[in-house]
């Protein structure tokens, strides 16, 4: 799909919630790298998609003077690859932007499930990789809004076991070879930018639900020599109980003595 185009779609969506809100879109010089759309108000929001990361991010900033102060802060990043995403997946973004900016409550609703990551952690979470998951099961977008409306944190791991998993499963078992060879470049991406329980998600929820071991295979085509092998490692964990480490009683100083 042309990045353009793609691009155009997302902004065109995200543009329904905040040109009537009275922002205005600003014009932005063309570059090589990146494609920027930018739009001012009470505050300025700009949209950009890196070529190099294959990220497209929604961030904001304050307005000093009629110009944005430049301290951007991140509200929202979606991986785009023009060579395996299409129409879907840019109005998946663009409507998960627009949400993010719809309305004060939504807004802080938002920010609190985007906490920020520690240095070094992936900016990939399971709520991100939920919303990817919209793209092939879109009664997931209503199931995600339950969640996040009705739980103080957005339950990662659960809502995947319990809602993602067993569609995925079945998603899996029909899946040509086109269909897989997408579903592992994403799932490489988002395992590469993961945080750790995006990670746990896609090796022992996802990628240990699939039964065929040659579209296990197929579904790590993508990933690099590293992770396949944390994803193989995975599997042979399927069915086995893994118990918590037990702490070893230190001898005390009186036992010592005594003897």
Partial sequence: MDMNNAFEIITEKFEEAILSEGFKK?????????????????????????????????????????????????????????????????ESIGNDFAETVRGPKQTAAVQKQRKRKKEGEGNVDPLFLANRMVTYFPELKDEIAYEMAHYEQFRGVTFAEEKIVPRFKELIKKADRTRMEKLSAGLAAMYVSGDLDTKGIITYDLLNSVESQEKFNQLIASFSEADKKVAVAARKLIGKKIKPEKLKKSRSYTADALE
């Fill in 26 to 90: 600003e014009n932005v010089a063309a570059s090589d790298t990146e494609l920027t759309s930018l739009y001012m108000g009470e505050i300025a929001y700009s949209i950009v998609y890196t070529y190099l990361t294959r990220r497209v991010v929604l961030r904001s900033c304050a307005v000093n003077d009629g110009e944005p102060d430049n301290k951007w802060k991140t509200l929202a990043t979606w991986l785009f690859d023009p060579e395996t995403d299409g129409n879907r997946e840019a």
